[in-house]
């Protein structure tokens, strides 16, 4: 399969496609430790899924960039109702990104961690019985003590708050693992706790080429107030008529 051509607009357009290692290092380009990047897609009018699914709104550039972000991490963040409702697996990546990681002095494949206040998880599945690294659940005290323990087999299941995990808590979790590079693909009300809790160093944004109208939900959700965190562009990609937008912390 050919990769679809991704092409520099700002803050130089690039003349020719940029090659796997050329994106690789425009992600990496002012990224300290630790780092959170949030990845979302959005359409043309900010819906955030298409018929449910933020899936549906990916295309081939979009899916490029996504599986580059994946190589560059340490960890996977991933709130569990974005688990259930996107299909999530093993958390593996291709295997020339497992080669790279692997040069790079990298576990072959990133870690996977979930977010889950009640630990609505299924021990049994693939996400943990196949997981080439093991997972981590970050939970809550009230969520259920026989679902901790039987999780437990399966997956590092630490306490980050009483009745909903707290960001900076889950984060310090992964960052006392030597998880540093914190690579977070939603979902809406995750990183909306994220941005209340000010920790987002990083938002990539790819705005798919379509209209969605409807009810579609937007990329944050939250209700607790916040002073809105400022953020600059860092570059601008385009392929397939689609744009991957790179948002650093001022």
């Keep these: 399969m050919t990769e679809p051509a991704i092409h520099r607009l700002s ?3 690039s003349q020719t496609g940029l090659s796997d290692d050329d994106i690789a290092a425009l992600y990496t380009e002012g990224a300290g ?4 990047r949030v990845n979302f897609v959005s359409s043309v009018d900010g819906a955030a899924t298409h018929q449910g699914l933020s899936g ?3 295309n081939d550039a979009d899916s490029r960039v996504f599986a580059l972000l994946r190589r560059l991490c340490d960890v996977v963040l991933v709130g569990a109702g974005t688990v259930r409702a996107e299909g999530y697996g093993p958390m593996r ?3 020339v990104s497992e ?3 692997s040069g790079a002095g990298m576990t072959p494949n990133p ?3 979930i977010v889950s206040a009640a630990l609505d998880l299924d021990p049994r599945s693939g996400i943990f019985r196949d997981a080439p690294e093991r997972p981590i659940v970050l939970t809550t005290e009230l969520s259920r003590p026989e679902m901790r323990e039987a999780l437990a087999e399966v997956a590092d299941v630490v306490v980050c708050g ?3 995990v707290q960001a900076d808590r889950g984060l310090a979790v992964l960052h006392e693992r030597g998880l540093t590079r914190i690579h977070c693909e939603g979902g809406p009300h995750l990183f909306a706790d994220l941005i209340a809790a000010r920790v987002v160093d990083e938002l990539c944004l790819t705005i798919s080429p379509q209209l969605e109208a409807g009810t579609a939900s937007r990329i944050a959700i939250g209700a607790a107030p916040i002073v809105p965190l400022g ?3 860092a570059h601008t990609l385009t392929g397939d008529d689609t744009l991957l937008l790179r948002y650093v912390r001022n």
Excluded: I, T
């Design 111 to 113: 870690v996977f961690a």
């Design 93 to 95: 990546v291709d295997p």
């Design 99 to 101: 080669r790279a990681r």
């Design 33 to 36: 430790e630790p780092w959170l």
């Design 231 to 233: 953020m600059r562009l």
């Design 56 to 58: 549906g709104l990916s």
């Design 162 to 164: 009483r009745d909903r």
């Design 11 to 13: 803050p130089l357009p």
